[in-house]
């Protein structure tokens, strides 16, 4: 089992930037694929970033390719979403989600681990 606890949420005007940040704990952190998805009322849950392993992969959808930077850091067990050109629409609950079976994956389905979210408001 791993625990997964986010920070860094919170209400930034349009333009604007946060990041955010998951720390792990209860199993070896560099043995698994770490991501991000989010989730707004009334929206599918989305993928917004998952990187490998090692750090080496990264995978963005289109809607925030340029935008999102993930990244982590295995000595402090502790994946980062940076945010930047934030608009209205990236408004959701962001959750860090770790892929336990896996070093690399982008399938929704790997990702069984979830931490409690953090929410994220763009204003206009």
């Known amino acids: 089992q791993v625990q997964l606890v986010e920070s860094g949420g919170g209400l930034v005007q349009a333009g604007g930037s946060l990041r955010l940040s998951c720390a792990a704990s209860?199993?070896?952190?560099?043995?698994?694929?770490m991501g991000w998805l989010r989730q707004a009322p009334g929206r599918e849950r989305e993928f917004v970033a998952t990187?490998?392993?090692?750090?080496?992969?990264?995978y963005y959808p289109d809607s925030v390719k340029g935008r999102f930077t993930i990244s982590r850091d295995n000595a402090k067990n502790t994946v980062y979403l940076q945010m930047n050109s934030l608009k209205p629409e990236d408004t959701a609950v962001y959750y860090c989600?770790?892929?336990?079976?896996?070093?690399?994956?982008?399938?929704?389905?790997?990702?069984?681990?979830w931490g409690q979210g953090t929410q994220v408001t763009v204003s206009s």
């Open positions: 989600a770790a892929a336990l079976s896996t070093g690399w994956s982008t399938r929704d389905a790997d990702f069984g681990a």
């Open positions: 990187i490998s392993w090692s750090g080496a992969n990264t």
């Open positions: 209860g199993r070896p952190f560099s043995s698994y694929a």
